[in-house]
């Protein structure tokens, strides 16, 4: 006598087979944070701090340029400084690259393996595999952008010590509001970087290539900030993601503007909600051989 579940279970399909539970979030999880990129990528974001303390010690005290006074001018005022600087020398092309690594290798590299026909076929639905390497590679990316401020800051706070965020133009921020102003910083970075993510992603299915991927996503983001230095294109420079990179800035002010994050925020999940679009419709009709 057949059972419930097996009566209920599609014609052709094992006992028990449930498409939900295959290649579950964990097990991606834990095959990425194996692997050696992921722990240089991570090595390099924690170094990062301790090297622009060792260079602002070697050249001295950082001061104001031709009577302006910039975010770096102010680096040494205290540890939230000090990670406000971070983010800010990172968040055009270092942290870029941690995210279409995660993002555009995760396919690809399978394929290059000759792994991902074998994925499939245990068999993992195509959309799931999408959706678990998505995620991962999501949350990975999230992590790299949280433990760049978090070592800054604690590392800031060693050399400088614990004090208000001073800002350029005058005032400052208490320690506790910058430290919540700096998570809307953060967080603001990550949702501008999906655009990146789903340029990587949607490459990492077409190609078995993951250096095309990841260096295709890479190459991209720099011909949208070169295209955003034109001056001459005006107001189409509003639909470029690159235009709203540095809005950000205007979370950590005495009285904070949140137009221009809102509309970068938009336009980087309108793209990259495409994008992942793309790269799911392509994949359910790919012919995997590798």
């Given at each position: 006598m057949s059972t419930l579940a097996e009566r209920t279970e599609p014609a052709g399909t094992a006992s028990g087979y449930r498409p939900g539970h295959t290649l579950p979030l964990r097990v991606e999880l834990a095959r990425q944070l194996k692997r050696r990129r992921t722990l240089v990528m991570g090595a390099i974001l924690g170094l990062l701090p301790f090297v622009l303390v060792v260079a602002f010690a070697i050249g001295g005290e950082p001061g104001g340029r031709n009577g302006q006074v910039t975010l770096m001018d102010t680096a040494t005022a205290s540890g939230a400084n000090f990670a406000a600087v971070n983010l800010f020398v990172s968040a055009?092309?270092?942290?870029?690259?941690?995210?279409?690594?995660f993002c555009g290798d995760t396919v690809a590299s399978e394929a290059g393996w000759s792994s991902l026909r074998y994925l499939l076929a245990a068999p993992v639905p195509r959309a799931r595999l999408l959706w678990s390497k998505l995620v991962v590679g999501l949350g990975l990316s999230l992590a790299a952008m949280v433990l760049l401020p978090?070592?800054?800051?604690?590392?800031?706070?060693?050399?400088?010590?614990?004090g208000?965020?001073?800002?350029?133009?005058?005032?400052?921020?208490?320690?506790?509001?910058?430290?919540?102003?700096?998570?809307?910083v953060v967080a603001y970075i990550f949702v501008s970087q999906l655009v990146t993510a789903g340029l990587a992603f949607w490459l990492?299915?077409?190609t078995d290539a993951a250096l095309g991927a990841v260096g295709g996503a890479v190459g991209l983001t720099i011909v949208g900030n070169v295209?955003?230095?034109?001056?001459?294109?005006?107001?189409?420079?509003?639909?470029?993601?690159?235009?709203?990179?540095?809005?950000?800035?205007?979370?950590?002010?005495?009285h904070p503007e949140w137009s221009g994050m809102i509309q970068g925020a938009a336009i980087s999940i309108t793209y990259a909600l495409v994008l992942f679009a793309l790269a799911f419709r392509g994949f359910a009709r790919k012919d995997v051989v590798s």
């Open positions: 055009g092309f270092l942290l870029v690259i941690p995210v279409a690594l978090l070592v800054a800051l604690a590392v800031g706070t060693v050399a400088h010590g614990w208000p965020l001073e800002i350029p133009t005058g005032g400052a921020l208490a320690p506790g509001t910058a430290a919540q102003r700096l998570a809307v990492s299915t077409k295209l955003d230095a034109v001056t001459a294109l005006g107001h189409w420079r509003d639909f470029l993601p690159a235009h709203w990179q540095f809005a950000w800035a205007d979370a950590v002010q005495p």
